[in-house]
Antibody, heavy 115, light 111 residues
């Protein structure tokens, strides 16, 4: 069975940091570009970042320089280090192998940025 | 990078068809192979309906179809059913920036 499980979401103050994790089972991430997507309550989907085989990392303009995506192929895991968080970045953060025919989403992990 | 443009809402009666547009530019929707469509029910994770503009993953009914004309992609739902009432999003790779971008989302109502 394919499973994607995100964790690490929490309540954090503006300007704070948080590290999200995504554990994948049922397929090997080594062959895939892996992405983070977020969705604020009642709002639409927003692409955040991706990392592809070979170490390529790309970011949305709004997070570039503050967020760092990484992967551990041996652990079959994806991470997102989020620094200098803003109130408007409160959202459910999803991990997904976006745009593949066997794409699989997790249930997300909730990040709340508030003082 | 601005979000791709979708109509906020669309509606039709059961059994009818509804088409949702996704407007972008020649840097994304117009030239990218990686155009996808998602269905999202309240409180649930998105579900892939269409990938690579026109292809359906295993298990997705053939009532769902994708197409592209110029810089606009479209999702058509034929034979609309009550369970199709949901939010729908498009997504495209942006070739010259090596990023992805989602559409603004469309709420489909089955009358």
């Amino acid at each position: 069975e394919v499973k994607v499980v995100e964790s690490g979401g929490d309540l954090v103050q503006p300007g704070g940091s948080l590290r999200l994790s995504c554990e994948v089972s049922g397929f090997s991430i080594i062959n895939y570009c892996m992405h983070w997507v977020r969705q604020a309550p009642g709002k639409g989907l927003v692409w955040v970042s991706r990392t592809c085989p070979g170490g390529i990392a790309d970011y949305a303009d709004s997070v570039r320089g503050r967020f760092i995506i990484s992967r551990d192929n041996a652990r079959n895991a994806l991470y997102l280090q989020m620094n200098n968080l803003r109130v408007e970045e409160s959202a459910l953060y999803y991990c997904v192998n976006l745009a593949y025919s066997d794409e699989k989403w997790g249930q997300g992990t909730l990040v709340t940025v508030s003082s | 990078q601005s979000a791709l443009t979708q109509p906020p809402s669309a509606s039709a009666s059961p059994g009818q068809s509804v088409t949702i547009s996704c407007s972008g530019t020649s840097s994304d929707v117009g030239t990218s192979t990686f155009v996808t469509w998602y269905q999202q029910h309240p409180g649930k994770a998105p579900k892939l309906l269409i990938y690579e503009i026109t292809k359906r993953p295993s298990g997705v009914p053939d009532r769902f179809s994708g197409s592209r004309s110029g810089n606009t992609a479209s999702l058509t739902i034929s034979g609309l059913q009550a369970e199709d009432e949901a939010d729908y999003y498009c997504n495209s790779y942006v070739n010259n920036k090596m990023i992805h971008v989602f559409g603004t989302g469309t709420k489909v109502t089955v009358l």
